[in-house]
């Protein structure tokens, strides 16, 4: 049992009641409501193994996905060596590569223009974990202009299939009112919304996410130091998941960040706008490039990530899964030079998640280099460039890169940290990954969209 599967939306806890019809068979103790944190073997052991079966809607979803752009099993192969999607899920312990796998199998419908059941496998998923509402406006425009052949100014002026609108509509509205029914019908719907949208926690999680804020939170602590402004209640680098108000710069409120993640979004909507084709416009099917749909994701994604509300570290796995699925078939070298280059970073800004005991840390660096050579390997298979050219950030070398994560993992995982403060400003080794991170992830992200 654990409170925090309250955080999530209603067909989740459909899956979480499947899993209970046969964890009873392993331990009757874990499923006592009032038994918060039980972890015997039995129960440990269940956990993992349902995670590595719901493993299975990763492979599916990899393999369709790839096989759009004819590379379904270099797909797959990638998706299931990703290390920070192995370190979250199967170490951490998360469903994140079912999700993700439920994400892979509406894109690769929508491709290959089964609409209905893609938006209802999206929406499925958004009724599963919610976060995944950031890219409900690539889904939309993407389906405004693919399926009901939405345009303006063309010849006949302003046109859209009213038709295909409506049955897409009763298809979105049919999954939602599948699964919020039993909430409404008990009155719980606004207990759900408080609890499905904390903004109470703050603008970073704990651990910050390497995005634009982990960046302003460090120039606010840097001009703290310095003697601008004065601290108010909870600091930023306390270490919990709690609204704190900034010291020299202004404190940002959700509002804001909803504000400016829209205004990031414009530009993306614009593109998918133009690139997607038109529902039965012949020079626009000519220009249609397979996989695309998986790339605006990507980029959604990004967007959500870089501006967004209390992000959590590991949602750098919602851009890398499918751009890496995207970019293997691709035959683009840009792109998957893009992809490899945030996907090891990400992995690399993870890895404070993680007990710092040695044998988990021998563990994580391990899996991490296992893993992105298995990744690279794949990549040179589908086109992509040597190993070093393809880890390359802007203008920094690939060995510049690999060189900064060795020196800073060092510092953080090996004893560096420790060997300079003896054990004083705890949360800086998080604060450098964060910040390091941060500024690689961001320009990979300017990079994916200029591709």
């Known amino acids: 049992t654990s409170e925090w599967t309250l955080d999530y939306p209603p067909l989740f806890a459909a899956f979480e009641w499947l899993l209970s019809q046969f964890a009873v068979f392993a331990d009757p103790e874990m499923l006592r409501v009032s038994n918060l944190n039980y972890a015997s073997s039995a129960t440990v052991a269940f956990q993992r193994m349902s995670v590595i079966v719901g493993d299975i809607v990763l492979l599916a979803g990899a393999y ?39 994400l892979m199998l509406s894109i690769a419908d929508l491709e290959v223009h089964r609409t209905y059941r893609g938006a ?32 303006f100014g063309g010849p006949r002026g302003f046109r859209i299939d009213f038709a295909a609108l409506v049955k897409l509509a009763a298809t979105v509205i049919a999954v939602f009112a599948m699964s919020l029914a039993p909430i409404a019908l008990t009155g719980q719907l606004a207990q759900a919304a ?39 209640g909870a600091s930023s680098t306390a270490g919990f998941a709690e609204v704190y108000e900034s010291t020299a710069l202004w404190t940002v409120t959700p509002k804001a960040t909803f504000v400016l993640t829209a205004l990031a979004y414009i530009p993306l909507v614009v593109l998918i706008w133009r690139q997607t084709p038109v529902a039965g416009g012949q020079a626009a099917r000519r220009r249609h490039r397979p996989g695309m749909l998986a790339v605006f994701v990507s980029l959604g994604c990004a967007v959500a990530f870089t501006f967004g509300w209390h992000v959590h570290e590991k949602a750098i796995l919602m851009v890398t899964v499918p751009l890496l699925t995207a970019a293997v078939g691709s035959g683009d070298r840009e792109l998957q030079q893009v992809a ?112």
């Open 64 to 102: 369709r996905l790839g096989a759009v752009r004819g590379a379904g099993r270099l797909s797959a192969i990638l998706a299931l060596s990703t290390p920070g999607l192995i370190l979250v899920d199967h170490v951490h312990f998360q469903y994140n590569g079912m999700l993700l796998g439920l």
């Open 120 to 151: 209802a496998l999206f929406c499925v998923l958004l009724n599963m974990k919610h976060i995944f509402l950031y890219i409900s406006p690539v889904f939309f425009v993407y389906l405004l202009r693919s399926h009901c052949g939405c345009e």
């Open 194 to 232: 408080r609890r499905l949208f904390p903004f109470g926690r703050g603008l970073t999680h704990a651990y910050w996410a390497p995005n634009v804020w982990a960046l302003y939170n460090t120039a606010d602590r840097v001009l703290a130091k310095l003697g601008f402004g004065e601290q108010r």
């Open 340 to 451: 490899a280059a945030v996907s090891a970073i990400g992995t690399f800004s993870v890895l404070p998640l993680l007990p710092q005991q040695r044998p988990e840390t021998l563990f994580k660096w391990g899996l991490a280099f296992a893993g992105h050579g298995i990744e690279l390997a794949v990549l040179r298979e589908g086109g992509a460039a040597s190993s070093l050219a393809s880890l390359r950030v802007g203008v920094l070398p690939g060995w510049l890169v690999l060189l900064g994560v060795a020196s800073l993992g060092w510092y953080c995982d090996f004893g560096g940290h420790q060997l300079v403060f003896r054990g004083r400003m705890e949360f800086l080794p998080l604060m450098l990954i964060s910040d390091f991170s941060a500024v690689l992830v961001l320009a990979c992200f300017a990079r994916l969209f200029r591709f």
